[in-house]
């Protein structure tokens, strides 16, 4: 009985990290949606420093580079209005289902999986088209929170 209170103890922290995670996630693409639509010089000129790397930089350096570096050749290639729309959109739509997850809302926990579920499609999608290892564990991650989200539904059903 310990083993078993203390593996949903567990899956309950993973969970909550997860959520909050996600959350980040979305903050951190509704500051940059507004940044490129109010403020499209100023991302520019913070992207530029960080995709600079040099030999030997730690593999998360390389990470933000190459990550900071294909964000800022997508901005400079195409239209920034269809970026500024997704991520205003899916910051928002990130944040507010952190927010009712968090304060277990019952209601919101179809729409989560809906959304979630629809946000990991369209990364599967865009995985086919171009695979790399990075986009491939943030893909996995979202798969994980997707579950761990329903089993969180499941068990606040039971209550």
Known sequence: MRNSAERRRQLE?????GVIVKGLDGVIELVGGLLL???PGLLRAVLVPLSGTVAGDHPIRNFVAYWAGHFGQELAAGSSTFVVFFLLAHGIVK????YCLLREYHWVYP????VLGLFAAYQVFVLVGALTVGMALLTALDFL???????EWRVLRST
Do not use: C, F, M
């Open 111 to 114: 729409y989560a999986l809906a």
């Open 13 to 17: 922290l993973v969970y909550r990290v």
């Open 37 to 39: 639509w109010l403020a």
């Open 145 to 151: 929170i997707i579950w761990l989200v329903w089993r």
């Open 95 to 98: 944040v507010v289902l952190v």
